[in-house]
């Protein structure tokens, strides 16, 4: 209902009944970080694996999905997720900013066993005053046309929903103020796993019955911002030899924002499912 608001409001009544497969990146919902109040940062997020200050600013920089095909994520199951730190890379940049990019590992299981894997990496950059003149994210033009696309619409309630939807307090998504004086942003942003949901949504609604996304890696290139429309793109592209043996599809998929530039963008590799 929330990804998509022309829904009808009995969608999840036949289409999520017990045992049916969870789409790909909708564990995010579940496991919400038990955290207080009090034990999370000054910008609402958890600092669970957070530098020390003064990287303080953080954001999505991407990540990866890996599904089980023979053990997909299922309604109605148990599942238990541990997650560790895979490792932390302090980097610069070509203006002399000092970056720390923290990179997690989530692995899901369910009464079957492994399921799923989900990595993410989260940029840290030190919060400063407020810039005279910010520098602006370089704008890259997609290579290629898309085979299928989708206009999304990022509203307030839009990202609203999905930060309730994930137990996610990072003020930059719903705090305009803390947004714009705080972070120097125009806007809200859109949830870096919010874009790369709407990518493999935009892709699964095209795909043929018995075909599941295997591995989908993504990368975030630019922010995007609250209330400017957004193209959701996919592309099939040729299987290589250095993918899985047992793929048999390949996509690219990007987000492009207002201006024609990729904001996000990924591969995502797809294979039978078992006995289909």
Request: net charge negative.
């Amino acid at each position: 209902m929330t990804l998509d608001k022309s829904t009808p409001s009995d969608f999840a009544s036949t289409q999520f009944r017990k045992n049916a497969p969870l789409p790909v990146n909708w564990h995010h919902i579940f496991f919400p970080p038990m955290i207080g109040e009090h034990d999370l940062g000054q910008d609402g997020y958890e600092m669970t694996h957070a530098p020390p200050a003064p990287f303080l600013a953080r954001m999505w920089a991407g990540g990866g999905v890996e599904q089980n095909p023979a053990n997909l994520l299922r309604v109605g199951q148990d599942m238990s997720m541990t997650t560790k730190c895979t490792g932390v890379d302090i980097k610069q940049n070509r203006s002399g900013e000092v970056m720390v990019f923290v990179s997690l590992e989530k692995l899901i299981e369910n009464e079957h066993g492994w399921a799923l894997t989900d990595t993410r990496t989260l940029v840290y950059m030190e919060k400063d005053e407020k810039k005279a003149n910010p520098t602006k994210p370089k704008l890259v033009k997609p290579k290629r046309q898309p085979d299928f696309s989708a206009t999304v619409h990022p509203s307030a309630i839009l990202l609203f929903r999905y930060s309730a939807l994930t137990f996610n307090s990072h003020r930059i998504h719903f705090d305009h103020e803390y947004a714009n004086k705080v972070e120097d942003h125009p806007g809200c942003l859109v949830h870096g796993p919010l874009s790369a949901t709407y990518m493999l949504e935009n892709l699964r609604q095209h795909l043929k019955p018995g075909m599941i996304m295997k591995n989908f890696r993504y990368r975030a290139l630019s922010p995007l911002y609250v209330d400017q429309f957004i193209q959701i793109c996919a592309k099939q592209m040729p299987v290589v030899p250095t993918m899985d043996a047992d793929v048999i599809d390949s996509y690219e998929v990007w987000v492009q924002n207002p201006e024609g530039g990729l904001a996000m963008s990924g591969t995502v590799e797809v294979v039978q499912a078992p006995n289909a």
